[in-house]
Protein backbone atom coordinates (compact mmCIF):
# COMPACT_ATOMS: atom_id res chain seq x y z
CA UNK A 1 0.00 0.00 0.00
CA UNK A 2 0.90 3.49 -0.88
CA UNK A 3 -0.32 6.40 1.01
CA UNK A 4 0.39 9.98 0.68
CA UNK A 5 -0.64 11.64 3.97
CA UNK A 6 -0.89 15.78 5.10
CA UNK A 7 -0.86 16.57 9.00
CA UNK A 8 -1.72 19.87 9.32
CA UNK A 9 -1.61 21.32 13.38
CA UNK A 10 -3.80 24.61 13.96
CA UNK A 11 -3.14 26.79 17.18
CA UNK A 12 0.57 26.63 17.00
CA UNK A 13 1.47 29.74 14.76
CA UNK A 14 2.70 29.91 11.24
CA UNK A 15 5.68 28.38 11.44
CA UNK A 16 5.08 24.21 11.48
CA UNK A 17 9.03 22.83 11.05
CA UNK A 18 9.29 22.00 14.33
CA UNK A 19 6.02 19.94 14.01
CA UNK A 20 6.71 18.69 11.07
CA UNK A 21 10.52 17.93 11.93
CA UNK A 22 9.07 15.35 15.25
CA UNK A 23 6.49 13.30 12.93
CA UNK A 24 9.06 12.66 9.89
CA UNK A 25 11.55 11.24 12.58
CA UNK A 26 8.40 9.06 13.94
CA UNK A 27 8.26 8.05 10.32
CA UNK A 28 11.46 7.37 9.82
CA UNK A 29 12.18 5.57 13.14
CA UNK A 30 9.05 3.13 11.67
CA UNK A 31 11.18 1.48 8.95
CA UNK A 32 9.09 1.74 6.24
CA UNK A 33 10.30 2.98 2.57
CA UNK A 34 8.96 6.78 2.53
CA UNK A 35 9.67 10.14 0.99
CA UNK A 36 9.21 13.62 2.35
CA UNK A 37 7.61 15.88 0.04
CA UNK A 38 7.16 20.06 0.12
CA UNK A 39 3.32 19.59 0.67
CA UNK A 40 2.71 15.77 1.79
CA UNK A 41 4.55 12.45 3.07
CA UNK A 42 4.35 9.05 0.75
CA UNK A 43 4.86 5.86 3.01
CA UNK A 44 4.89 2.23 1.70
CA UNK A 45 4.09 -0.53 3.68
CA UNK A 46 1.49 -3.53 4.44
CA UNK A 47 -2.02 -1.80 5.44
CA UNK A 48 -1.50 -2.53 9.15
CA UNK A 49 1.58 -0.49 8.99
CA UNK A 50 0.94 2.20 6.91
CA UNK A 51 -2.88 2.82 8.89
CA UNK A 52 -0.93 2.60 12.14
CA UNK A 53 2.09 4.97 11.72
CA UNK A 54 -0.29 7.29 10.28
CA UNK A 55 -2.45 7.33 13.28
CA UNK A 56 0.99 7.49 15.18
CA UNK A 57 1.85 10.95 13.31
CA UNK A 58 -1.49 12.22 13.91
CA UNK A 59 -2.02 10.92 17.74
CA UNK A 60 2.13 12.86 17.97
CA UNK A 61 0.80 16.37 16.64
CA UNK A 62 -2.42 15.79 18.69
CA UNK A 63 0.34 16.25 21.75
CA UNK A 64 1.61 19.59 20.44
CA UNK A 65 -1.42 21.34 18.54
CA UNK A 66 -4.84 21.37 19.76
CA UNK A 67 -6.56 21.15 16.71
CA UNK A 68 -5.15 18.77 13.95
CA UNK A 69 -6.40 18.16 10.23
CA UNK A 70 -5.01 14.64 8.42
CA UNK A 71 -5.67 13.80 4.79
CA UNK A 72 -4.64 10.40 3.25
CA UNK A 73 -4.55 9.15 -0.05
CA UNK A 74 -4.36 5.61 -0.19
CA UNK A 75 -3.05 3.77 -3.10
CA UNK A 76 -3.86 -0.16 -2.65
CA UNK A 77 -2.59 -2.66 -5.71
CA UNK A 78 -2.62 -6.33 -4.60
CA UNK A 79 1.15 -7.85 -4.62
CA UNK A 80 2.71 -5.11 -5.65
CA UNK A 81 5.51 -3.77 -4.03
CA UNK A 82 8.29 -1.57 -4.40
CA UNK A 83 5.97 1.30 -6.04
CA UNK A 84 7.19 4.07 -4.25
CA UNK A 85 10.54 4.27 -6.23
CA UNK A 86 8.51 2.30 -9.16
CA UNK A 87 6.19 4.97 -10.06
CA UNK A 88 8.74 7.19 -10.93
CA UNK A 89 10.98 4.51 -12.62
CA UNK A 90 7.50 3.84 -15.11
CA UNK A 91 7.21 7.26 -16.21
CA UNK A 92 10.98 7.22 -16.91
CA UNK A 93 11.02 4.69 -18.66
CA UNK A 94 8.19 5.69 -21.25
CA UNK A 95 9.91 9.14 -21.42
CA UNK A 96 13.23 7.78 -21.76
CA UNK A 97 14.95 10.32 -19.26
CA UNK A 98 15.08 10.68 -15.67
CA UNK A 99 12.69 13.54 -14.32
CA UNK A 100 12.82 15.67 -11.43
CA UNK A 101 10.61 14.52 -8.66
CA UNK A 102 10.72 14.65 -4.80
Not at 33 to 40: I, N, S, V
Not at 41 to 69: F, S, Y
Not at 79 to 86: E, P, S, V
Request: charged share 25%; net charge negative.
Amino acid sequence: MLASFTILPFGVGEELKEHIAAVVELIAASGLDYRLGAMQTTIEGDQAEVMALIMGCHNLMMKRAPRVLTSITLDDRKGATGRLQGKITDVEDVLGRKVDHE
